[in-house]
């Protein structure tokens, strides 16, 4: 059965971090260590290093069922990791081949050619830059500089970067909540239907999640709205945060408990329907 979610908490205001964050995960179905995939006692889930779980509930009129990853920067690095082509790989063995411990799917690619369409920075090299027909969503970037993750607004300040992805659109920039209306002319269906969604993000105190909104299953997952996945991000208590490919290619994967969330490539409710993608972002433990 579906918990009902307390409504009430998306009235919280933004800057109550820790509130937020607290009331979220209270309600989740389960939360467990990222490594060893047992359950978290309620009194360390504040400071746990690394956590993954799950949340089914009615949020904005609708069934929802979203699973979270949340790490320390700390004790985990993050890894973008792009294999095109023969090379391309579902989420979770791309995730296994760079030896990491959790992983989502990475940003927007060809689906026949199997190659990045966004801006990818793997090792200190530029693999693509981001095509003209994906620049109307794609107004955000996660980099990783000296080991540290930041997204940001400006997708040209990669620079310096060892690593980065472009995606988009962005969410919460720096605290502020950008919301995106009707969309854009042509594009009402990515920005205002429910769909399977995929975010990164940065909270206040500094822990990087990484999140999936499940779609496309009545009864069980409707998926959400840009507006609403935005209003998630404020909900849980994001400062940063920034969508990613959605659709079949939501994933998210940990060494733990293998496949978390329900990939709808298969159009079954089931841990089974993964996409193949040329991009994922990894978790690895320092």
């Known amino acids: 059965m579906k918990k009902i979610f ?32 047992e359950a978290v006692p309620s009194w360390e889930i504040p400071d746990a290093p690394g956590i993954y779980g799950e949340l089914s509930s009615r949020l904005f009129d609708s069934d929802q069922c979203v699973t979270f990853v949340r790490v320390s920067p700390c004790y985990y690095s993050i890894d973008i990791l792009c294999e ?29 050619e199997l190659t990045s369409i966004t801006y990818v920075k793997d090792n200190g090299r530029v693999v693509t830059g981001t095509v003209m027909n994906e620049k109307f969503r794609t107004s955000g970037i996660l980099s990783i500089c000296a080991g540290n993750p930041d997204i940001a607004a400006d997708t040209t300040a990669s620079g310096r970067a060892w690593e980065a992805i472009a995606s988009g659109p962005i969410l919460i920039d ?42 496309r299953s009545k009864g069980n997952a409707d998926g959400m709205t840009i507006d609403e996945l935005t209003k998630l991000s404020a909900l849980i208590g994001l400062t940063d945060a920034l969508n990613l490919d959605g659709g079949g290619s ?28 040329p991009n994922a972002i990894a978790i690895i433990e320092k």
């Open 250 to 277: 939501s994933t998210l994967w940990t060494e733990a408990g293998d496949v978390i969330n329900h990939p709808c490539d298969n159009r079954k409710f089931d841990h089974n329907g993964e996409r193949v993608v």
């Open 84 to 112: 095109e082509r023969k090379n391309a790989g579902t989420t979770s063995s791309l995730c296994k081949k760079a030896g990491a411990v959790a992983g989502i799917n990475g940003s927007y690619f060809n689906m026949s």
């Open 6 to 37: 307390p409504l009430i908490l998306l009235l919280i205001q933004f800057g109550a971090h820790a509130q937020s964050i607290t009331a979220f995960l209270d309600g989740a179905d389960y939360i467990k260590d990222l490594k060893t995939g």
């Open 174 to 215: 720096d605290g502020r909540v950008i919301t995106y209306g009707e969309g854009i002319s042509g594009w009402d269906s990515f920005y205002n239907r429910r769909h399977p969604r995929s975010l990164v993000g940065i909270d206040g105190d500094g822990f990087l999640w990484l999140i999936v909104a499940d779609g």
